[in-house]
């Protein structure tokens, strides 16, 4: 009984390499995707071109980036593993272009639903992203939109 005991305790922990902020920034991306429960096309491009410009990534590391997010998502209880991530690695100017890029995934495919725009408030809450720039992020991407830019 002892030996197994000692056999159970003697195990080696798991890897647990931490969340890279490209997976971190997809993860939270595809929340928004799937906040109003609908898998979107337009919003999934939105994603891979935020993705793309944020992290310069080739596009096989891209599309691998992504299917893990995906992956994650759906088995995923909690985004605090991401929070954390991007709270450890990006400095302020990098958590609002985050903020910027997930009110783009939103207003993808058109509409802002309720829950999309839950998600982004709570992601920047808990990004410690300051409400006025908030604010600011979604007011940037409405003007984006009017102006014909994405």
């Known amino acids: 009984m002892f030996t197994r005991l000692f056999k159970l305790i003697d195990l080696p922990e798991p890897e647990n390499p931490g969340v890279g902020v490209e ?5 939270l991306l595809m929340e928004i995707v ?3 429960y609908n898998r979107d ?23 691998a980036v992504l299917n893990k997010a995906e992956e994650l998502h759906a088995g995923s209880v909690s985004i ?5 991530a991007i709270n450890d690695e ?3 100017a990098s958590k609002y272009q ?12 058109g ?9 982004i408030r709570k992601i920047a809450e808990l ?24």
């Open 111 to 119: 509409e802002l639903d309720k829950f999309e725009q839950h998600y």
């Open 34 to 36: 799937y906040a109003d």
């Open 80 to 84: 605090h593993p991401f929070i954390e």
């Open 90 to 92: 990006f400095d302020e």
């Open 41 to 63: 096309s337009e919003e999934i491009d939105t994603a891979k071109k935020a993705l793309r410009a944020s992290f310069s990534l080739p596009e096989h590391e891209l599309e």
């Open 98 to 109: 985050l903020i910027v890029n997930l009110w783009r995934v939103a207003m993808a495919d």
């Open 23 to 27: 997976l971190a920034s997809a993860a």
């Open 127 to 150: 990004l410690y992203v300051p409400h006025t720039e908030f604010i600011r992020a979604k007011l940037q991407v409405f003007d984006d939109m009017e102006s014909g830019e994405t």
